[in-house]
């Protein structure tokens, strides 16, 4: 499975509880195992379809955005089932999860201050895109960093850490099912 994150913060938990190890840093800084592939990709929808795509034109393989959102349950981790892409309304739907809550997120190109009614992030649609092209499965896990406030929020990786074992079994699980 390859897995997508925006930042280093958010992939140093998966990293160390995945024991990938470092395979390049340009174009993209990539870490892997034998089963799993991990690309920072980036703040910004732009990035991550590249990131994706870069990855997918290696290996086709299931994918999964793991990151942070802007949305009212700070802390809480989410599946994401429906994504929608603000630049041009186009919505992508995912399957849904049976055993974690499920939620819609909007991508944005800049971040949010505004509270709306679906999380909101940076990059889910421009990896959906990608995933499309290359009809391969995804998922999206999304754990709430701010309340529509970006400057409240610390860089720090707590918020992955404290979801770890929802996570990890989470990837295990669509790997197992390739979904």
Not at 5 to 16: M, R
Not at 31 to 58: F, R
Not at 92 to 97: E, I, R, V
Not at 142 to 158: E, G, R
């Given at each position: ?28 800084t ?68 049976p055993s ?80």
């Amino acid at each position: 499975m390859h897995i997508i994150c925006a930042t280093k913060t958010e992939a140093i938990p998966l990293i160390k509880a995945l024991d990938l190890k470092h395979l390049a840093y340009k174009p993209f800084t990539i870490y892997q195992n034998l089963n799993h592939s991990l690309i920072i990709s980036g703040i910004g929808m732009i990035k991550a379809a590249a990131a994706t795509s870069y990855l997918l034109s290696q290996k086709k393989d299931a994918v999964c955005n793991i990151g942070y959102a802007a949305g009212k349950e700070v802390g809480e981790l989410f599946y994401i089932h429906k994504i929608i892409n603000h630049c041009n309304n186009k919505v992508f739907h995912l399957p849904k999860s049976p055993s974690l809550p499920n939620r819609a997120c909007t991508t944005f190109a800049l971040p949010q201050t505004t509270p709306s009614k679906t999380l909101a992030d940076m990059e889910a649609a421009g990896i959906a895109e990608i995933t499309k092209a290359f009809k391969q499965p995804l998922c999206v896990l999304k754990i709430v960093s701010d309340n529509f406030d970006p400057d409240s929020f610390l860089q720090d990786a707590h918020f992955i850490e404290r979801h770890l074992d929802v996570i990890l079994s989470q990837i295990e699980l669509q790997s197992a099912q390739n979904f």
